[in-house]
Every structure is written in structure tokens, then in C-alpha cells.
T-cell receptor, first 113, second 114 residues
Framework: GENVEQHPSTLSVQEGDSAVIKCTYSDSASNYFPWYKQELGKRPQLIIDIRSNVGEKKDQRIAVTLNKTAKHFSLHITETQPEDSAVYFCAASIPEYGNKLVFGAGTILRVKS | ETGVTQTPRHLVMGMTNKKSLKCEQHLGHNAMYWYKQSAKKPLELMFVYSLEERVENNSVPSRFSPECPNSSHLFLHLHTLQPEDSALYLC?????????????FGPGTRLLVL
């Protein structure tokens, strides 16, 4: 089955710097890769996603890149702000009945002001 | 946010109790999911319901029993749980058409088993 690994487990950056979180997946059939942000005590919320037919997607300060050959995808946050502090989860979806998502273990991002 | 709601938000129960978690989605979706979120572990998919039929059960112990009476409601019935079952239980929903649709999460139920 699918296995998703996420690195780093914790990341501290200075306000204004960039943050990069990387995920690898094992199933080459995976074709949908969402990123979720979970603030303390709140639900995971989708912040950006990418499908396997594109290599990069950007939404303001957030971007995701996908390398299908290497089976890895990354989240890039530029000009980080204290409100970006949260746990970020990557996931990979297998095109089988049920829209199953396999999640990475999460990255705790701390933005220091 | 009111897209996916869960009740109760917090639950403390003894190992001999029976309780139920409730999830309701107001998004018109046709698939619903239960996840378990424990500290320092990835989100674990427990059950998937599509069009009110269970399509996946990820080797979840029988002390967890899901029920999906219609496409808007999902329950998780709990019976004789163990302390290691203490976790945040998240419900999610999505619209299945093509298999790539985004899942939207509820706020979760924080469960403590004593």
C-alpha cells in the first residue's frame, strides 16, 4: 500500500524567511496531493493541493511542487508570518474506490518573530 | 465553520461505557470518513463510507462500530474502549466523482478513556 514520509518533523524559521516541507510517496499510481494546515486545537484545513498532471501550483505565499519521477512533493511558504505557525500535513491519494488519503506524520512549523 | 460538525467536542469515558460520536456534513457530499489522530502519529484512516456503504475498514478493532444512516450523518459507536484509544477522532467528507475530491474535516472529538 501507499506510504507517505514527511520531513522535517519540526521546523523553526525567523519571520520573513521561507519554509520548505518535503514529502515522499511510494505508490506511483497516486495522483492527488493535498496539504493541510492544523492550528492548535483546530481541524485540519486544506491550504493547497496539486494533481499529477501539473508540476507546480502557487497561491500567494504558498506553493507546491511535484516530481512524479522521484515521487516527492514539497510545500513552500515564503515571507513566513507568526500566523503560519501550525502543524502541516501532506497526503497522497490513490485512485481507487473511496478516495483514500494517506497522510504524512506532520511537520510542526514555528515562525519566530 | 459549519460545513462538517461533530458532537460531542470532548468526551471522557470509562472502559466499560458505551458512547457514540456523531458527525454531520452540510456540504452535499456523498462520502464520509472517520480518522484517528494520536500524538506524534499520522492521521489514521479508520472507515470510509461512500453512498452510505462502507467501502473501507482499516483493520479497526470491533470495539469501534461505524454507522452511516444517510449521506449526511455518520456515527462512531464506542464500546469497552482501552486507554490507548484516547485520541482526537476526526470526521471528514468529500464528493466522490473521479476520485480526486478534497476532504473537508470536522473539528474533531477529543476522547479520553480512563
Amino acid at each position: 500500500g501507499e506510504n507517505v514520509e514527511q520531513h522535517p518533523s519540526t521546523l523553526s524559521v525567523q519571520e520573513g524567511d521561507s519554509a520548505v516541507i518535503k514529502c515522499t510517496y511510494s505508490d506511483s499510481a497516486s495522483n492527488y496531493f493535498p496539504w493541510y494546515k492544523q492550528e492548535l486545537g483546530k481541524r485540519p484545513q486544506l491550504i493547497i493541493d496539486i494533481r499529477s498532471n501539473v508540476g507546480e501550483k502557487k497561491d500567494q505565499r504558498i506553493a507546491v511542487t511535484l516530481n512524479k519521477t522521484a515521487k516527492h512533493f514539497s510545500l513552500h511558504i515564503t515571507e513566513t508570518q507568526p500566523e503560519d505557525s501550525a502543524v502541516y500535513f501532506c497526503a497522497a491519494s490513490i485512485p481507487e474506490y473511496g478516495n483514500k488519503l494517506v497522510f504524512g506524520a506532520g511537520t510542526i512549523l514555528r515562525v519566530k518573530s | 465553520e459549519t460545513g462538517v460538525t461533530q458532537t460531542p467536542r470532548h468526551l471522557v469515558m470509562g472502559m466499560t461505557n458505551k458512547k457514540s460520536l456523531k458527525c454531520e456534513q452540510h456540504l452535499g457530499h456523498n462520502a464520509m470518513y472517520w480518522y484517528k489522530q494520536s500524538a506524534k502519529k499520522p492521521l489514521e484512516l479508520m472507515f470510509v463510507y461512500s453512498l452510505e456503504e462502507r467501502v473501507e475498514n482499516n483493520s479497526v478493532p470491533s470495539r469501534f462500530s461505524p454507522e452511516c444512516p444517510n449521506s449526511s450523518h455518520l456515527f462512531l459507536h464506542l464500546h469497552t474502549l482501552q486507554p490507548e484509544d484516547s485520541a482526537l477522532y476526526l470526521c471528514a467528507s468529500s464528493q466522490m466523482s473521479g476520485g480526486l475530491e478534497t476532504q473537508y474535516f470536522g473539528p474533531g472529538t477529543r476522547l479520553l478513556v480512563l
